[in-house]
């Protein structure tokens, strides 16, 4: 760029600051508009990331890798899975890096002349690691335990609560199958989401037992549910293929069971998060829009208010091109301080809502851009058609403009 035609951009800022000075307040309240535009844009995407990351996080603490296998039951010739499955799926299903067989049952409870109804599971040792169980006060059940069948339990935190009002349990027992059980501990489930899915068997008023304790106590002959921990997220279909194929084998047909894994609810959850992310930018860019006509409309009514001097600059010489250029840098930097303040305030909202809940909300890079450009863009836009109309006056009407 050649020194003069610097100087000459120069004189135009000059001259486009000078205008924008003249009407401060009506140039600060469409920067607003603007701003308020490009900041909606910004946060309402930050707020879709941080939605989809909760709801994910929520999905997958019920358990990493999950895959369950369950027979439904209801049909003409209904089935379950028998125990002989569960060594079918240790030896046959790749993938797996644990597996966790639960039974259920259910057990009258009094705890202060209440009667209550709790929830028996028989769980393996690899349970709680599988189904992402915290274990809050004294431990989990041992591989010595489980093979002994020993007459141990955890019992869930509401149980724990409701019972003695303290997590802090006392050695104690639980009367189950008219037997009193060993408490060795209070556990909780890793997240509080898996009611949402349906898959909350270990909520509510539970206690844990070792599986074989369970089946030589109850006679059961069927597993309510086999969890598989896949070795790592890309593993998930092979184990889901590789269970299907054992029941496919060792049983008249799959219509009495279901295999799922929580993918699909991953799935639904993004295909939801982008649909409301995307309605919500549509609804945020009307802001910009608005911005934009106001743009448009303080950059005519300056036009008009100015019609004598721009007659005046031309009759001096000025070119058309010059006074197009000056109409245009006032409109970008209506566009371009608004689209600046709104883009701080965009960041700055969710960043500083994250610090006062004391959670991390993640802001994007290419919202934060598109904002932006889109906020400039549309301020040109909508001041091109007013910088035209100045550029094109005619000097003779101009300058007898009163």
Request: glycine share 12%; hydrophobic share 50%; aromatic share 8%.
């Amino acid at each position: 760029m050649s020194g003069l035609t610097a100087r000459w951009l120069r004189l135009l800022l000059r001259f486009a600051v000078d205008g924008l000075e003249g009407q401060r307040g009506r140039s600060l309240l469409t920067m607003l508009g603007m701003a308020i535009g490009t900041a909606s844009v910004v946060f309402v995407v930050s707020l879709g990331l941080f939605g989809r990351t909760y709801i994910v996080s929520l999905i997958e603490g019920v358990g990493s890798n999950l895959v369950f296998a369950y027979g439904t039951g209801g049909l003409v010739n209904p089935e379950e899975i028998p125990f002989a499955d569960i060594e079918a799926f240790a030896e046959q299903v790749p993938g797996v890096r644990e597996m966790a067989p639960v039974l259920s049952g259910n057990e009258p409870l009094d705890i202060r002349g209440e009667p209550l109804t709790l929830s028996v599971l028989g769980v393996t040792p690899a349970y709680p690691r599988v189904r992402n169980i915290v274990v809050m006060a004294g431990r989990s059940i041992t591989d010595h335990e489980e093979a002994s069948a020993a007459k141990v339990c955890l019992i869930s935190r509401e149980l724990a609560l409701k019972k003695y009002g303290t997590l802090d349990v006392p050695d104690d027992h639980v009367r189950i199958f008219g037997i009193n059980f060993r408490i060795i501990g209070v556990f909780r489930e890793g997240v509080e989401s898996a009611a949402a899915l349906q898959k909350s068997e270990a909520s509510g008023l539970v206690a844990l037992i070792p599986f074989t304790t369970f089946r030589n106590l109850s006679g059961v002959r069927f597993v309510d549910v086999v969890y598989f921990q896949a070795a790592s997220p890309a593993l998930v279909p092979t184990v889901v293929a590789g269970a299907r194929e054992v029941l496919r084998a060792r049983h008249r047909s799959l219509s009495s069971f279901k295999i799922e894994s929580l993918d699909q609810y991953l799935v639904l959850v993004e295909q939801i998060s982008d649909a409301l992310t995307l309605g919500l930018i549509g609804i945020a860019a009307v802001s910009l829009l608005v911005g934009g006509i106001g743009i448009m409309n303080i950059m005519l009514v300056t036009v008009s208010e100015r019609t004598e001097d721009i007659g005046i600059r031309l009759a001096l010489g000025a070119g058309r091109r010059d006074i197009l250029l000056q109409f245009l840098m006032e409109a970008g930097i209506l566009s371009l301080s608004g689209g600046v303040g709104g883009t701080l305030v965009g960041i700055g909202l969710p960043l500083y809502l994250g610090f006062l809940y004391g959670v991390d909300v993640p802001v994007s890079a290419v919202s934060v851009l598109v904002a932006f450009a889109v906020s400039v863009g549309v301020g040109l836009f909508f001041g091109l058609y007013p910088a035209r109309k100045a550029a094109n006056m005619n000097i003779i009407d101009a300058l007898r403009y009163t």
